[in-house]
């Protein structure tokens, strides 16, 4: 296993075929290595944002206020799309505002400064930014519930090669999760430690927790993932992905990759399935057959 | 016949040049092919149909969302931002870089600051200047005036001090005043020296650019490279770095133009 400070170098790598199995989100799965050409599984619904995603005004009270202003976000990431989806939610679309992309480390910095007044990015950012002066979260994920997804994903072919790689990943995922949602002096060291890695500390991390729907129990991952809403979410995130040309610059429509939902229905192009959901290992892990 | 002494015609000059070029395209085609073969979606070494495709979709075609031709307005922010550093360290350079060479007593308060600040490794400063000036065009431009302008500062100085003292003496006898000597003996002496300057300095002043428009932008060379890098956009990528390399050679040529054409003088001396 490889730990990677920069998120995208990850998947970069994980595309280019240097390593096996990645995280990363719904989104980026199907943008970066499905639009890439990599087949690609989901082995792992590890959570959802519900909160942790945030569009963020200084002085300003509600969404609508964001209009006409420089938006500061990482271009193309979920933070993108949230800011797509607030826009909607009040009939505005990217047009009304100016979109100025921003590396995600800068932004705490870069909402002090007087010419940023909108930002959307993500946690541990947003619990930062909200604590400044003027700050105010108009919209964030747990509005949009259940589209802004953590994946463990794997190379698909590596999974069929080597049945025993999914459940390895499997085991090792719910139970560092069982440890990390545990009220127990080990869970808690575990969250210290989780917080200190992602830049702030315990308390952070719990907040987060707490912005974040996760699947400790792999019961309710099967019951996300075979769910109806998830080929609804899907099918959001394509359509934004190919509004923004991220489906490839020859792509007729949002139609061109094939994505697999658990029960073997596909979106889009069957002859080109690039992205896999299914709850195989998940199922195993709920049933304790790993 | 020695092989110390035989010279390459004009012909075989033009061959020889162009050789290394040819291998290396020739070595990205051969590579490309290979990988190609092996997966038709590698995005890492696009063939040339999809490098020709990406500049026809990035220069000739108008962007969906803006209706802009994206390759011309991200080069149109980058050379204003370029333009804007350069030109200040030029002007900089100029004032500061005159007055530590000619003036003991400036000398003497300056050389030693210059020295400094010109050893800050300038990429290191990229957070301070983002908070203190903003995410906007000017601290960009600062970047590339805190790289380049110190530089161009203690090369000018020492260009001014290294004109023979004779010269000056000679001025003085003449009855010169300071400003005189500073206008007519060193200025002429160290323009064409300053466009020397700039034209080593543009390799890293697009550095910086590059760098800073990485952070934070919404057009601009660095920017767009940086923002498909999200998505192994090679094809975009590759034809980006080749015009952002033509770019640098025109201005350097376009540069050393400008210099025979204004200082013609300075020719003589290099001639020699």
């Given at each position: 296993m490889t730990q990677f400070n920069d998120y995208v170098e990850s998947i970069n790598q994980y595309t280019a075929g240097a390593h096996d199995a990645v995280t990363l989100t719904n989104m980026d799965g199907l943008s970066i290595p499905a639009a890439g050409g990599v087949d690609t599984t989901?082995?792992?619904?590890g959570d959802f944002s519900a909160g942790n995603d945030a569009v963020i005004l200084k002085?300003?009270?509600?969404?609508?206020?964001?209009?006409g202003r420089n938006v500061n976000l990482v271009e193309y990431s979920v933070s993108h799309y949230l800011l797509a989806r607030a826009l909607d939610s009040v009939g505005m679309?990217?047009?009304?505002v100016t979109v100025v992309n921003t590396a995600d480390p800068d932004m705490v910095g870069a909402f002090?400064?007087?010419?940023?007044?909108a930002m959307v990015t993500w946690n541990p950012m947003v619990q930062e930014i909200v604590?400044?002066?003027?700050?105010?979260?108009?919209?964030?994920?747990a509005m949009i519930p259940g589209e802004i997804i953590d994946l463990m994903v794997a190379n698909t072919q590596v999974l069929a090669d080597n049945p025993d790689f999914g459940r390895a990943l499997a085991g090792i995922w719910y139970e560092t999760v069982g440890i990390m949602a545990s009220d127990t002096p080990g869970g808690a060291a575990a969250r210290a430690a989780m917080g200190a890695a992602s830049g702030t500390d315990q308390a952070g991390f719990e907040a987060q927790l707490a912005a974040t729907k996760l699947f400790a129990d792999p019961a309710e991952a099967v019951g996300f993932v075979t769910s109806p809403d998830l080929g609804t979410t899907m099918d959001r995130v394509r359509g934004f992905l190919f509004d923004k040309g991220l489906?490839?610059?020859?792509?007729?429509?949002?139609?061109?990759i094939g994505i697999e939902l658990p029960g073997g229905a596909v979106l889009g192009d069957a002859g080109n399935v690039k992205l896999r959901f299914t709850d195989t290992w998940m199922k195993l892990a709920a049933d304790g057959a790993l | 016949m020695r092989w110390i002494n035989r010279q390459p015609g004009p012909g075989g000059r033009l061959a020889l040049g162009a050789l290394p070029f040819v291998l290396l395209g020739l070595a990205y085609l051969a590579g490309s092919a290979l990988r190609l073969a092996e997966?038709?979606?590698?995005?890492?070494l696009p063939a040339l149909t999809s490098l020709a495709a990406a500049v026809d979709l990035m220069a000739f075609t108008p962007d969906r969302?803006?209706?802009?031709y994206l390759l011309w307005t991200d080069t149109a922010a980058s050379l204003l931002r370029l333009g804007a550093g350069l030109g200040l360290s030029a002007v900089l350079a100029l004032a500061v870089g005159m007055a530590a060479g000619l003036l003991p007593l400036a000398r003497a308060a300056l050389a030693p600051l210059v020295a400094f600040v010109s050893m800050v490794p300038p990429l290191a400063l990229l957070p301070v200047l983002f908070i203190l000036?903003?995410?906007?065009e000017t601290s960009k431009i600062a970047l590339i005036v805190i790289g380049v302008a110190p530089i161009l500062i203690r090369d000018l100085a020492m260009t001014a001090q290294a004109i023979p003292r004779e010269q000056i003496v000679k001025a003085e006898t003449l009855s010169a005043s300071t400003w005189l000597i500073g206008l007519h003996v060193v200025l002429p002496q160290v323009a064409p020296r300053l466009i020397d300057g700039l034209r080593l300095q543009l390799g890293p002043a697009f550095l910086f650019l590059i760098a800073a428009e990485a952070i934070s932008?919404?057009?601009?060379l660095g920017y767009r490279s940086f923002l498909v890098r999200r998505y192994l956009s090679m094809d975009i990528i590759f034809p980006y770095v080749a015009w952002i390399t033509l770019l640098a050679v025109l201005m350097d040529l376009g540069l050393a133009l400008i210099r025979r054409r204004l200082f013609p003088w300075a020719e003589l001396e290099r001639a020699r």
């Open positions: 989901a082995v792992i619904v002085d300003g009270a509600t969404l609508a206020d964001i209009r679309t990217e047009r009304d002090q400064t007087p010419d940023v007044t604590g400044l002066p003027g700050a105010t979260i108009v919209f964030d994920s489906l490839g610059s020859g792509a007729p429509s949002a139609d061109v | 997966d038709p979606n590698d995005k890492l969302r803006t209706g802009e000036l903003g995410l906007g932008a919404d057009s601009g």
